[in-house]
């Protein structure tokens, strides 16, 4: 082996890998600028990718240049005439320098990408997620929606549906303040993340209602909210020294066969709705032709409810709360209907 072939390996070896850093490089980070320069500044970004190219094109050209000048050494080194060792030095240094400087760059590069990440990583957090609870927003729940809906109909893979309302938010907020309501919505959305963690999205839908997508079939979706709903009875916020009961209602319905978002969206509605019709603090689940009840209820602890509010409250108050429940029960039929002759129709 000659003396200075080692010599040429080694400065081979340097420029490849430079020149795969390079390359790698560049490739990486123009993929990531593609699918984040909607979301970020697109003219910064799309600058700081040049510049990387840039620098990765000019060590690529180092590189090849270092590559022919060792070819050459390495010709004259098989030769009459070698290479005085002072020129492999000082080609080997030029190598060495430019590795160097490369790697600041590449350091610099790294930085820039951190920053631009870590942008990127907030701007879609606050895209997704409701600023008040930590949950995912509106946006993000419709978006999940879609997603699910497509997988229905490309792979016929099924999902429910559910809406979930806090029962007389509107008398939490008159009665204690708006900053009360706000610690009620944010309790309420601790115990969603805990108790519906199988879920695929949770999310503040509006106000007092969140919304629930899960996999899970109708049935065992509607006995997970009614699971929530029995977590929620028993926990009391505390706020500003003062003790606030909540209950929630919720409906659920899954996907049906020709069904639109919009459809299975209704029928959950439908079913949230029996729900406050029905005396709020319960889970109903729609079958795709009736709204079912799925909360047992205590008919004892009720009958007992219902007698105590009847011996505080007046004649008045009292025929006046059965004309309100003879009205809620006359919708209800009516929901029920409706939807029975649009099943049938269909």
């Known amino acids: 082996m000659p003396p200075n072939t080692p010599i040429f390996l080694l400065g081979l070896a340097v420029g490849t890998g430079l020149l795969l850093v390079g390359l790698l490089l560049g490739y990486w980070l123009g993929r990531r600028g593609n699918s984040s320069a909607a979301t970020v500044d697109k003219q910064q970004f799309l600058s700081f990718l040049r510049n ?62 951190e920053s631009q990440t870590d942008q990127i990583s907030n701007y879609l957090t606050e895209a997704r997620t409701d600023g008040l609870t930590g949950l995912f927003n509106r946006r993000a729940f419709d978006r999940a929606t879609d997603e699910l ?6 792979k016929s893979q099924p999902f429910s549906l559910g809406l979930i309302d806090i029962d007389h938010f509107k008398n939490i907020n008159d009665t204690y303040g708006h900053p009360a309501g706000d610690a009620v919505l944010r ?52 706020h500003e020294e003062q003790t606030i009961s909540v209950t929630l209602s ?3 319905s899954k996907i049906e066969p020709e069904d639109k978002i919009g459809t299975l969206v209704r029928r959950a509605d439908e079913a949230l709705y029996a729900a406050k019709l029905g005396g709020r603090n319960r889970v109903y689940l729609h079958d795709g032709q009736l709204c079912r009840l799925v909360t047992k209820l205590l008919p004892m602890q009720d009958a007992r409810a219902a007698q105590a509010l009847a011996d505080k409250a007046s004649p008045l108050e009292t025929e006046e709360a059965l004309r309100k429940q003879a009205k809620l029960e006359e919708r209800l039929r009516r929901i029920v209907e409706d939807e029975t002759h649009r099943m049938i129709e269909r």
């Open 149 to 154: 809906f497509k997988d229905w109909q490309r």
């Open 187 to 238: 309790h309420i959305a601790g115990t969603l993340q805990t108790e519906l963690r199988e879920a695929v999205c949770v999310a503040r839908y509006g106000g007092e209602e969140f919304a629930l997508l899960t996999l899970a079939s109708v049935e065992d979706a509607a006995a997970a909210l009614d699971h929530l709903r029995q977590a929620v009875n028993k926990i009391e916020v505390q």
């Open 250 to 252: 919720a409906g659920v």
């Open 52 to 113: 990387l190219s840039q620098w990765t094109s000019e060590f690529s050209g180092d590189v090849s240049r270092y590559q022919m000048q060792l070819a050459s050494l390495n010709d004259r080194a098989n030769s009459s005439n070698p290479p005085p060792r002072e020129e492999v030095v000082d080609l080997l240094h030029q190598i060495m320098q430019a590795n160097r400087q490369l790697q600041e760059r590449l350091d610099s590069a790294e930085e820039k990408l």
